[in-house]
């Protein structure tokens, strides 16, 4: 029986850094995606071929360490199946493709749309809700590259609508989609590949954890309680992901108004947070963001996701 299913990518518009520690992020399913067709087998295997890599991918069950699987790109693949196999539900076997116009390493989340493309084609004859979907790709994400991340991409991806922002509470996971107000596009451009991105990652969940020890969950901490943490460079941290949260809701609420030169302003704000604070800019991202920012018709632009290069984000004005 042949089948198919796609998932899409991931721009965020703003709430970097802080769905690990239950803040909120504002992101939106791009139009490329990742998508999967291929014919079930009764054998239990998972053969796969990608349009990225001439190296095929075999996996024989049971799976017992994704993150040792090459080709690389099939530890996601790996992680989604050994995920699924650990909540109960059985795996049939699948031999197909992979097609993805979603460039690998850009900041557009390839990897969970991979992950979440996988999980689909794998419980395609279950009702599953995209919460537990992005459940699994979340944890198979962290099995196959040992990135601690948070729930943002999977769940934006498994739960997003084309281009249109979604609000995630990353402590309740509650979603609200939110429109774009009238006059608003959003585009993203490739900058440079991200690097150092694994470590540095972790290490910032760590700095982040280490904060939230010292002032309690930072979604419900103020910024003065932040100027308390003597360490600077904890301080710095919490600072971003404290105000960063703030950011969240206040462009949530300029967009509900309609006030695009707010919802720029934060966006510029957001990008100076993650230079100085979060320290996850780079200087060409730097300097991209601040190319963008004098083009005619432009009202803001950060660096998007997990940073060490990726893509900006950019609000522009749809008539210029
Ligand atoms: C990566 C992670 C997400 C999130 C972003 C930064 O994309 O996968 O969980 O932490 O970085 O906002």
Partial sequence: ???????????????????YSGGFVLPMTIDAFTAIT?????????????????EPLRLESPIDDPSSILPEWGRYVAGVIAEIVATGRQVRGFHGRVDS??????????SAALEVAVARIATIDEDIDPLELAEICRRAEHRASGVPCG?????????????RPVLIDCTTLAIEHVAL?????????????????GSEYATRVSEARRAADLIGPLRDADITTVESISDPTIRRRARHIVSENRRVLDFV??????????????MIESHRSMQ?????STEIMDEA????????????????????GGCVVTLRRDDV
């Avoid at 029986?1 to 769905?19: E, F, K, P, S, Y």
């Avoid at 116009?101 to 390839?110: A, E, K, R």
């Avoid at 609420?253 to 934060?266: F, K, V, Y």
């Fill in 181 to 197: 107000p009238p006059g608003a596009r959003i585009t993203y451009e490739f900058i440079a590949p991200r690097r150092l991105a």
């Fill in 101 to 110: 116009n979603l460039p690998i390493g850009s900041g557009l989340s390839s």
């Fill in 1 to 19: 029986m042949t089948i198919a299913a796609r998932a899409h990518g991931r721009v965020n518009l703003i709430g970097d850094h802080t769905d």
């Fill in 276 to 280: 100085f604070d979060y320290e996850t």
């Fill in 38 to 54: 291929g014919d079930v087998v009764v054998d239990g295997s998972w053969d796969l071929v990608s349009d990225h890599d001439p």
């Fill in 253 to 266: 609420a300029a967009m509900r108004a309609g006030d695009l030169s707010r919802m720029g302003q934060l």
């Fill in 151 to 163: 729930i943002m991409d999977q769940l934006c991806i498994a739960a997003g609508e084309p281009n």
């Fill in 289 to 308: 963001v601040e190319r963008t920012l004098r083009e005619p018709g432009v009202l803001g632009a950060r660096l998007t996701g997990g940073g060490f």
